[in-house]
């Protein structure tokens, strides 16, 4: 018997609309894209002439049809909106950063438990090539006890962007919210929260108004993490450096779905997620003795993979995937963060 298709609305499409969540939506058998929300636009249409577009929010919590809701508005205003759907009875998938405090978060999956319903945080990169390779080295002890992980997330962009709010001042703004979201969800889903924290973060673009640069250092027991980003990298260092007792794993390049959601290329299609061998990571180690090195193939990354999961959990009960528990612990450790970097002190939990 066929399934049901999950209709999804839209509450914007700005960036993370066109490029990421329409396309994967559009692209999963069991979604339909019912509606997408313009206030100023519909060209919206051109790439999706069966979708309705409307002007106003309220038209997606008032109509009954539509299921699930994706909240990919401005950071300052997930809380309102995430509250509003569920109060309108719809599962929710919130944009990352979840909100801009733990404080909101815990109102959220409070009131998605009293409502029954499904919230979760596009996090997006847990489905990164890069990332998977990396945990299924750490999975499989190939460089023994780690001992350091380094991780960068670097872009050039020595410029302002002209009219976006992610330039201007205001709550949940700045690079740490924006990148270090899915960096940090990358981290705590693989060691837990660490033990102490020292971050650093700053603007470093002329004229720039909101944060463009981190450096944070994390400390668990009996190793350390490196988490940088910086918008003003105009020569590619590695993503990944990870240090253990038997050797090193080293992996430069980014993540090809981005690029290629922006090129129009359809999600889950044949070579979907593979990347360029110039960009597999290099192993050097010893395995039970034996010296070993060489390249290791990035396994392909999987955008789908999420909404495949949220198709699982509506319509077959399935567990989820990235729990909103999981991404409010993200947010604690961006408050944290800016904690240590306003003291210029350790934060030590």
């Known amino acids: 018997m066929a399934t049901v298709p ?60 539509i299921e699930l809701i994706v909240v990919n508005t401005p950071n300052d205003t997930h809380t309102d909106f995430v509250t509003r759907a569920l109060e309108a009875g719809k599962h929710v998938i919130v944009e990352k950063p979840f909100t801009v405090t733990a404080a909101e978060a815990d109102q959220l999956i409070a009131l998605a438990k009293k409502k029954n319903k499904i919230l979760t945080v596009f996090q997006n990169r847990r489905w990164d090539g890069g990332f998977l390779t990396v945990k299924k080295i750490l999975d499989n002890n190939l460089i023994g006890k780690m001992v350091e992980l380094e991780v960068h997330y670097d872009r050039f962009r020595n410029y302002i962007q002209p009219a976006t709010w992610k330039e201007e001042t205001g709550r949940g703004t700045g690079i740490l919210y924006n990148l270090g979201s899915h960096m940090l969800d990358q981290i705590i889903l693989l060691f837990g929260f660490p033990r102490e924290i020292d971050a650093r973060i700053g603007i470093q673009r ?104 949220i198709y699982e959990v509506i319509r077959q009960n399935k567990p989820l995937a990235v729990k909103p528990e999981e991404s409010r612990e993200v947010i604690r450790l961006i408050e944290l963060c800016y904690e240590s970097n306003r003291t210029r002190q350790t934060v030590k939990l």
């Open 6 to 65: 999950i209709v999804t609305a839209l509450l914007s499409y700005g960036m993370s609309g066109e490029v990421f969540h329409a396309p994967l939506i559009a692209a999963h058998p069991q979604f339909q894209l019912h509606t997408i929300v313009q206030r100023n636009s519909t060209h919206a249409t051109q790439r999706y002439p069966q979708v309705r577009v409307v002007d106003r929010v309220e038209k997606v919590f008032q109509d009954d049809a």
């Open 206 to 309: 002329p004229g720039g108004k909101v944060d463009d640069y981190y450096d944070i250092r994390l400390q668990y027991n009996g190793f350390h993490i490196i988490v940088k980003s910086s918008y003003l990298v105009r020569e590619q260092g590695p993503q990944y450096i990870l240090h253990g007792t038997e050797g090193s794993f080293v992996k430069y390049g980014i993540d090809p779905q981005e690029q290629a959601l922006k090129e129009g290329k359809t999600p889950g299609t044949s070579g979907w997620g593979t990347e360029d061998k110039q960009y597999w990571g290099k192993l050097n180690t010893s395995i039970q003795g034996i010296h070993v090195e060489g390249v290791i193939e990035t396994l392909p990354g999987d955008y789908l993979a999420f909404y495949q999961n």
